[in-house]
């Protein structure tokens, strides 16, 4: 079995990568930090006994994105799992203060490099009439929340794909899940802040945020269902948090 992660450098996708390690899986992982994913390959060889094919692309660049899927052998081409990872935020400020930077960020990460993904690897699933896609959305494409504006747009973006996915997948068999957490410690708030360590670190205090962890385990729970079982959307918070905006913390 086959997995091919994408944005597996940090955070979810790392945990989940070593998740579908552990279970036996061979892997692609794939984000721009060649030395990280390096990094992730050895160990998981080493703990494992698996073999991992790194692939170091941007989302962002369809030629890239194209270059790098297409050179895998065609063995490799066999993907049972995709989990279209890659993502971010950045920045949380009002829409009408938007830095056109940080919105082309997103929406070319979070929406458009998603497709470029999903554009290569199902294609190859509609040809052995099996395969899993995983989209892992936000609480933020369920809600919007004050400042999340283009981020929670690119989210309900994903939202909408997962679904268009489904439908336009259904006549091949391809299973696809929408995984939606809420407040996950990962890179993620250091990236939005722009490398303010100590803003991010903010986010999570007082109470007990989600681990990568956490949502490693669905994402692996949801694909090791019986294949005529699909969960088509899951959202996971933390037991601190009841909405996007309200979180019981006890600082
Ligand atoms: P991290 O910042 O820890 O990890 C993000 C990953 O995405 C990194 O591996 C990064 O790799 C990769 N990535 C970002 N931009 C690109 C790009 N242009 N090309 C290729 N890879 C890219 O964040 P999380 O693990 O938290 O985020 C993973 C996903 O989960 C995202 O889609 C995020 O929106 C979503 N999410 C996160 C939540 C949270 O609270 N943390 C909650 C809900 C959803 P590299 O930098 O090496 O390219
Ligand atoms: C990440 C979680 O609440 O910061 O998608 O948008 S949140």
Redesign the pocket.
């Known amino acids: 079995m086959i997995a091919l992660i994408t944005g597996a450098t940090a955070g979810i996708g790392a945990a989940t990568s070593e998740r579908f390690a552990q279970g036996g899986y061979k892997l692609i992982v794939t984000g721009r930090r060649a030395s990280l994913l390096e990094e992730l390959k050895v160990k998981l060889e080493k703990r494992y006994d698996v073999q991992v094919k790194t692939l170091v692309f941007d989302v962002r660049k369809p030629d890239e994105v194209e270059k790098n899927l297409s050179q895998l052998p065609p063995d490799w081409q066999k993907v049972d799992v995709l989990v279209n990872n890659a993502g971010l935020?950045v920045g949380l400020s009002p829409l009408q203060e938007g830095i056109l930077e940080d919105w082309e960020r997103m929406i070319d990460t979070n929406v458009k490099g998603l497709l470029y993904v999903t554009r290569i690897v199902a294609p190859w699933m509609e040809v052995h009439k099996k395969g899993h896609i995983v989209n892992i959305g936000?609480?933020?494409g369920k809600e919007v929340?004050p400042n999340?504006n283009v981020?929670c747009a690119t989210?309900y973006a994903v939202d909408a794909l997962s679904k268009a996915m489904r439908y336009d997948l259904l006549s091949s068999g391809i299973r696809v899940t929408q995984i939606c957490?809420?407040?996950v410690e990962t890179e993620?708030s250091q990236v939005r802040f722009k490398g303010d360590l100590q803003r991010a670190a903010n986010v999570y205090k007082g109470f007990v945020p989600l681990s990568a962890g956490d949502i490693a385990e669905a994402v692996w729970y949801v694909t090791q269902l019986p294949a005529h079982v699909t969960v088509s959307d899951m959202v996971i918070m933390p037991t601190a948090q009841a909405s996007?905006t309200l979180v019981n913390k006890q600082l």
Do not use: L, T, V
């Open positions: 935020a936000s609480i933020a929340y999340g981020y989210k957490p809420g407040m993620f996007a």
